[in-house]
Structures are given as C-alpha cells and as structure tokens.
C-alpha cells in the first residue's frame, strides 16, 4: 500500500507544455506563447483531426483509457491482453501509456522495437499495418490510416512531443533513488 501510494504521489505537471497551456487559459487550440513555430505546429498537429493523436492520448494525463491495437503488426504475434483473456478479439491489445515524460523513456512500444520518437511518428506516420483487431479510430474505409505529414511536421509532432517532458518533476530528489550513493 506504501508503494501505491508513493507511486500516486509521483505526478507530473510542471513540463513546457503545462505552463504553456496554463497560460493560454487552458486552451490547447490557441497558439502558446512559450512554444516555438515548431511546437506550435506540432501541437496543433497532435490535436487535429488529420492525426488523431489526442484521441488515444487524451490531456491531461496524454493517456488512453484501456488498451488497444495500434496496428504494430499485420498479425499478432505477440497476443497482448489476448494472452490473457484468451478471446481473439484482444489479441495485440496493449495498455496506451502516457506521453508525459516520452522523451526520456525510449526504446518505444511495448515491445521497445523503436529507438526514437521520430520513429513512432513514422510509424503512424506510414506504417500501421491492417490488423484484424486494428482500433477504429486508426482505420478508415476498412485501411489502417495514414497521416500524410511531410518532414517538417514529423519534426513538428516530435518537437511537441518533447515539451510534455518536466524537468523539475524528473529531478525532483523526492523521486530519486534512496540507496544511490
């Protein structure tokens, strides 16, 4: 019970993107003074209808709220919550985790096959793959989505991503490790 109640203390809300949108009245839609033309880009991005991001990773906690297929591969290998349930229709099912701090805990995925958050773009970027459990919000007329976004907006969409990382929370010696010397 300590460990639980440790672990919900440990709360993450300081990043640049905290401070940007509190200033923006909490108004993600508007531009952020506090973010360069590229954060800006790549929120607005991350928000828009052509990516669907914010649809899986919902604000506050940029977290989904159960798990699902996100199309990683054309068959499931690797059964996910299937493997517990048993049931076929949750097979490559995984919990979708929090964005908050991303750019510190690579490799990425559940299964650590990309190095970079550039990569997770590309992904969804070109490559979900047509999986029979594939989440609706990646399909569209019966094929796995694709977001069409050139160099600069990939560039954009990580760039974003990165303002979600909060500094004072990951060196806050509160959080830090008790027996390190």
């Known amino acids: 019970m300590a460990l639980a109640q440790f672990v919900r203390f440990m709360v ?10 509190a200033s923006a009245d ?10 360069s033309a ?15 991001c914010s649809n899986c990773h919902e604000i506050a906690t940029f977290s989904g709220d159960q798990a699902r297929n996100n199309g990683l591969d054309a068959v499931s290998t690797d059964l ?23 750019e510190l805990t690579g490799p990425y995925m559940h ?4 190095n970079s958050l550039r990569e997770v773009v590309e992904f969804y970027n070109n490559d979900v793959q047509n ?13 796995p989505i694709r977001m069409n976004l050139n160099t600069n907006e990939i560039d954009a969409l ?23 010397d």
């Open 158 to 180: 990580v760039a974003f991503l990165n303002t979600l990382t909060d500094e004072n929370f990951i060196s806050d010696p509160k959080f830090s490790d008790p027996f390190k």
């Open 26 to 35: 909490g108004d993600e839609r508007r531009p952020f003074n506090e973010f």
């Open 111 to 114: 299964d650590g096959r990309f």
């Open 131 to 143: 999986n029979p459990n594939l989440d609706n919000r990646l399909v569209r007329n019966g094929q």
């Open 80 to 102: 996910g919550v299937g493997g517990i349930t048993g049931r076929n229709q949750d097979a490559g099912e995984f919990k979708v985790g929090s964005l908050r701090n991303i």
């Open 38 to 52: 590229t954060e800006n880009l790549g929120k607005d991005l991350f928000f828009s209808n052509s990516t669907d």
């Open 12 to 21: 993450s809300y300081e990043s640049k993107y905290d401070v940007a949108l």
